[in-house]
């Protein structure tokens, strides 16, 4: 499996968000532009917590086991794969979900004058920042499960991922 890119995660955001502000732009002038749910940035951040506590705990496994701890309890490769495949899935969707919102969150920014507006575009920057965190989260994700060098390839290339 192939590393998260940063400047692929950053193109989707870039991406998403010029086409939600001009989405908002062109929505706001034919009719009401949706609001931003409030609960955006809490599933993002909850994501974010989940993908943290993994990395965390897998890490503190190998840690164990290569202190050779009689009560370590050992990693299973599947379940790190299956662990870096949804810190990759969810990288994505944070890069792609916080461009939606960041770019609405700037268009928002013209009607910080009017209270609901202003909520919104509040709510949009949380999304922004949850969205930031899930990314950071997966990244850290995937460093943790990184398998050593191989050998046979006398460090030419990259180390593959669990």
């Known amino acids: 499996m192939r590393e998260l890119r940063i400047r692929m995660l950053a193109g989707v955001f870039i991406v998403a968000g010029i086409l939600s502000w001009a989405g908002a732009r062109l929505w706001n002038s034919v009719g009401t532009l949706p609001s931003v749910p409030l609960a955006a940035p809490i599933v993002l951040a909850l994501i974010a917590v989940v993908l943290l506590s993994t990395a965390i705990s897998i890490r503190a496994r190998l840690k164990a086991q290569r202190e050779r701890r009689p009560e370590a309890k050992g990693v299973d490769p599947l379940m790190a794969a299956r ?33 609901a507006r202003r909520d919104q575009a509040i709510y949009a920057g949380f999304a922004v920042l949850a969205g930031v965190g899930v990314i950071v989260a997966a990244i850290f994700l995937e460093r943790v499960c990184k398998l050593p060098e191989d050998d046979e390839h006398d460090g030419a290339g990259t180390a593959p991922t669990v």
């Open 83 to 115: 662990a870096v495949v949804f810190g990759h899935a969810s990288a994505l969707v944070a890069a792609l979900v916080a461009g939606m919102y960041g770019g609405t969150g700037v268009f928002l920014l013209e009607y910080l004058d009017i209270p």
